[in-house]
């Protein structure tokens, strides 16, 4: 949930390590704080708030001159998100500065048993305990009083170390959190997320799960958890800095809201040759499986609720979806027929993670849908298959999500056709409507337009209901979770059969609700529910194909979408929720790329 960054080099170390933590605040953003190594030691500075503050922070500090340093964007678990709580956390001795991301489980033993040695805590966080015992055990060799410090640790890190007897090397070391080397030329660094580095480097190196590692301006070194020294061959990122910056837009969110064709078909362009769906990296015999369980967080669950429904439909095998945090402590009845989906924009959702494991334990084949390369889901699953989307920067997700539902669907058709279950004529035709959806993409882009004067009329409501049935439903839940996560108004998605089960009381004069009517086949049905709250005075807002002309005499307000296989629309119609929450949030003055509360990639319970 949190950013580090390390730097090592000869450039000033400040610049590099705020540069960095701007790049890495949608992970956290509550305070933040960087360590430098200074001709007098070592140099703290944090402070609350955003990475900004502690810009302006910085520039009116002394003394912060320096060539080799740590920094940290904060997403709190242990501590409120004030200034002593922020990291870098310090050794009681000054010898050590740390930044952390994960939990660590086992901090109150630890703790205990450092303050009866009389080491005194500044903070509450579970971190100090990480700092404070390295330099309990320190004897000298700091790698070595690293690799017996996280020896004791319980839980989760990414860590990056400073010592003051150490000029220009970081130490670091990771355990189920993210952490990547990046290779500069006269310089190296470490940091949570490629994001932050880009524009030094594009040559990186995951570490592995209880690997730790030194970075020095002449090198890298990696050591294995017995402390055998690795070699690794780097990765080279193909995206450029321009992936990762507004590209002229005002957020993050509404560039990638933009990018959404290009994202579709991406993903979509490599695994279409001749008609024909080509899933190469999956090595799958779906005849093996009597079920598929898909499991995932967030807005991944949701894209986990459509692909439930296009699977089930094409392939005829029953297939569930849980959220992974109630999955994983469910003792689900699975076994080696099973096949367990993970779906995960970041590939680091702890949740998932867990889930995932789960699945593997319990002998279940699992495959991950997942955006990013080398991530922890990425390396754990059985088969991975790549969303092409690429960086995906604001809190919430857009063309992350879009292109999960895409996989999802070349899954389903790819599947069915594997068992056989449709023939010459569907399978050509299908294809067809799938290759059409980024082009569609774009025109819902284009009929959008007037989503913002819309916004300006409704950005006031207090409590809104999402309605929709079976595939419209599954995407009223991804339209009803974006409004709450960037605009903070409360709404709440149902199924639009169910309202009149008790919801319905809720429904008075003036009440929102925004209706999906995609679903061309159950239209019918949706029009009796949006009349159901007309008559106590809702106020609708229909989402609907641009064929369809009745809804203009049942609703107050249309947005149009192309027209789209009833299987397939939701790609498209969560374009118009995604730009009506955008527009909501920014008439009602909110952070959109980063709301309150959240982090993009939650690395915790
Ligand atoms: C967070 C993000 C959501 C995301 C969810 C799952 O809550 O704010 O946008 O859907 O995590 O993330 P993942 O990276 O696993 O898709």
Request: charged share 25%; proline share 3%; aromatic share 6%.
């Amino acid at each position: 949930m949190c950013g580090i960054i390390g730097y090592t080099g000869s450039d000033a170390a400040v610049p590099v390590l705020l540069d960095g933590l701007k790049h890495l605040e949608y992970r956290g953003y509550d305070s933040a704080g960087i360590a430098i190594q200074t001709d007098a030691g070592l140099t703290m500075i944090k402070t609350s708030g955003k990475v900004d503050n502690l810009a302006a922070k910085a520039a009116v500090t002394e003394g912060l001159e320096g060539v080799c340093g740590i920094g940290h964007t904060r997403w709190a678990t242990h501590g409120t998100p004030n200034d002593i709580n922020a990291h870098p956390h310090m050794s009681a001795d000054g010898r050590f500065a740390i930044v952390h991301n994960g939990i660590i489980e086992n901090y109150l033993e630890l703790k205990k048993d450092l303050e009866k040695k009389g080491i005194v805590f500044a903070s509450e966080t579970d971190t100090e305990v990480i700092v404070q015992l390295l330099a309990y055990y320190y004897d000298g060799d700091v790698r070595r009083s690293l690799m017996r410090t996280i020896r004791r640790l319980e839980g989760s890190y990414a860590i990056a170390v400073l010592c003051a007897e150490d000029p220009g090397t970081v130490y670091a070391a990771r355990m189920s959190s993210p952490l990547i080397v990046g290779l500069g030329s006269g310089e190296n660094f470490f940091a949570s997320d490629i994001t932050a580095l880009i524009q030094h480097t594009k040559d990186v190196i995951d570490l592995e799960d209880g690997e730790t590692a030194e970075i020095r301006v002449s090198g890298v070194r990696i050591f294995d958890r017995y402390g055998a020294e690795t070699k690794r061959e780097p990765r080279h990122i193909l995206w450029d800095i321009a992936a990762a910056e507004k590209g002229g837009y005002p957020h993050f969110m509404l560039k990638e809201i933009m990018e959404q064709p290009q994202a579709l078909q991406a993903t979509l362009e490599p695994r279409i040759k001749n008609g024909r769906i080509h899933l190469d990296e999956v090595e799958l015999d779906m005849a093996k499986f009597n079920r598929i369980l898909i499991t995932a967080c967030g807005s991944a669950y949701h894209a986990g609720c459509v692909g439930r429904l296009v699977i089930e439909s094409l392939c005829r095998i029953p297939v569930e979806v849980e959220v992974a945090s109630e999955f994983r402590y469910r003792n689900a009845v699975i076994d080696e027929k099973t096949l367990v989906i993970v779906i995960s924009q970041s590939g680091e959702t702890a949740d998932t993670i867990a889930a995932l494991k789960e699945g593997k334990e319990k002998g279940a084949s699992t495959l991950a849908i997942c955006n990013v390369v080398g991530s922890s889901i990425a390396k754990l699953a059985d088969q991975v298959i790549y969303t092409w989307a690429g960086p995906e920067i604001a809190v919430a997700t857009t063309k992350g999500y879009v292109t999960q539902l895409i996989v999802l669907d070349l899954f389903a058709v790819w599947a069915a056709e594997k068992l056989g279950r449709l023939d010459e004529k569907t399978y050509g035709k299908l294809v067809k409507e799938i290759r059409a959806l980024p082009s569609k993409a774009q025109r819902a882009l284009d009929l959008s337009s007037g989503v913002g004067r819309l916004a300006k009329s409704y950005h006031e409501k207090s409590s809104l209901f999402f309605i929709g049935r079976n595939l419209d439903y599954a995407v009223a839940m991804e339209g009803s979770l974006k409004l709450k996560e960037i605009s903070y108004l409360h709404s709440e998605a149902y199924a639009a059969g169910e309202l009149k089960h008790g919801t319905i009381a809720l429904i008075e004069p003036g009440r929102l609700v925004v209706a999906l009517c995609c679903c061309e086949r159950l239209y019918e049905k949706t029009a009796s529910n949006i009349e159901q709250v007309k008559a106590r005075g809702a106020d609708v807002l229909a989402v609907a194909p641009e064929s369809n002309r009745k809804i203009y005499g049942e609703a107050d307000h249309v947005l149009q979408v192309p027209d789209t296989a009833d299987l397939f629309e939701p790609v498209i119609e969560i374009i118009p929720l995604q730009l009506l929450a955008y527009y909501v949030a920014l008439e009602n003055g909110c952070d959109i790329d980063k709301p309150k509360n959240l982090a993009k990639s939650v690395t915790v319970e």
